[in-house]
C-alpha cells in the first residue's frame, strides 16, 4: 500500500462516452501525476500538477482533461476516446516536483471499444 | 533528447542464479536515478534513488549503483518472488518536474 488510491480499477467504455478516473494520495504531498502506460511502451508522462496548478502537459490530446481540486485528489476527464487510449493509466504524487521520488497508485485499467 | 535504455528487455534465472540489470541514460544534468519494480496490473512500486556518480543502495536481494552514462541493478541469489518488471528513470537537473522512464527488463525467477 503506497498511499495513492485509485477508482476505479477497470474500466470498459465505448468511443462515445464520458468518464473519469479519480486519484487520491494520502501522504500529505504537493505534486501528482498522471501516466499513461500502454503494452511494450515506456510510461508516458502526462499531467503533472503542483500545489493544484498544472505545470506540465506533454501534448496530451484534448480528449483527456485533468482536473486537481486539491493536493489529495487528481481526476482525469475522458470523452469521445479511441481503442489507442486503452492503457493503464497510473496516478503519483510526490513531496514536490524537484527530484523527489513519485510514489504511484494500483493503475485504472481501461478498454475503449 | 533524454534517453533511457535498459537491457536485456527479458531476463530468466534460475532460483540462486545472481544477474545485473543494466539501465543507460543520456541526459544533461542528472537530478536523480530512480528503480521501480512493477507486477503485471500493478503500478510501480519504488526501490530506490541514486543520486550521484559512485552511490550504491542496498535492499534485501537487491544493490543499486550509479555511474556517469548508466546504473546497475544487481540481483543477488534471487527468489521467484522478484519475479517482475524492473523500471528505472531519470530526472533532469533543470526540469524537475519531468521523469523519463526507460521500457524495463522483465525478470522471471524459476524455482
Known amino acids: 500500500e503506497t498511499g495513492v488510491t485509485q477508482t476505479p480499477r477497470h474500466l470498459v467504455m465505448g468511443m462515445t462516452n464520458k468518464k473519469s478516473l479519480k486519484c487520491e494520495q494520502h501522504?500529505?504531498?504537493?505534486?501528482m501525476y498522471w501516466y499513461k502506460q500502454s503494452a511494450k511502451k515506456p510510461l508516458e508522462l502526462m499531467f503533472v500538477?503542483?500545489?493544484?496548478?498544472?505545470?506540465e502537459n506533454n501534448s496530451v490530446p484534448s480528449r483527456f482533461s485533468p482536473e486537481c481540486p486539491n493536493s489529495s485528489h487528481l481526476f482525469l476527464h475522458l470523452h469521445t476516446l479511441q481503442p489507442e487510449d486503452s492503457a493503464l493509466y497510473l496516478c503519483?504524487?510526490?513531496?514536490?516536483?524537484?527530484?523527489?521520488?513519485?510514489?504511484f497508485g494500483p493503475g485504472t485499467r481501461l478498454l475503449v471499444l | 533528447e533524454d534517453q533511457v535504455t535498459q537491457s536485456p528487455e527479458a531476463l530468466r534465472l534460475q532460483e540462486g542464479e545472481s544477474s545485473s540489470l543494466n539501465c543507460s541514460y543520456t541526459?544533461?544534468?542528472?537530478?536523480?536515478l530512480f528503480w521501480y519494480r512493477q507486477d503485471p496490473g500493478k503500478g510501480p512500486e519504488f526501490l530506490f534513488t541514486?543520486?550521484?556518480a559512485g552511490e550504491e543502495k542496498e535492499k534485501e536481494r537487491l544493490k543499486a549503483t550509479l555511474t556517469k552514462k548508466e546504473s546497475f541493478l544487481h540481483i543477488t541469489a534471487p527468489k521467484p518472488e522478484d519475479s517482475a518488471t524492473y523500471l528505472c528513470?531519470?530526472?533532469?537537473?533543470?526540469?524537475?518536474?519531468?521523469?523519463?522512464f526507460g521500457p524495463g527488463t522483465r525478470l522471471s525467477v524459476l524455482p
Open positions: 503519483a504524487s510526490s513531496q514536490d516536483t524537484g527530484g523527489e521520488t513519485q510514489y
Open positions: 501522504l500529505g504531498h504537493n505534486a
Open positions: 500538477y503542483s500545489l493544484e496548478e498544472r505545470v
Open positions: 541526459v544533461s544534468g542528472l537530478r536523480g
Open positions: 541514486l543520486y550521484s
Open positions: 528513470a531519470v530526472q533532469r537537473d533543470n526540469y524537475g518536474q519531468n521523469f523519463v
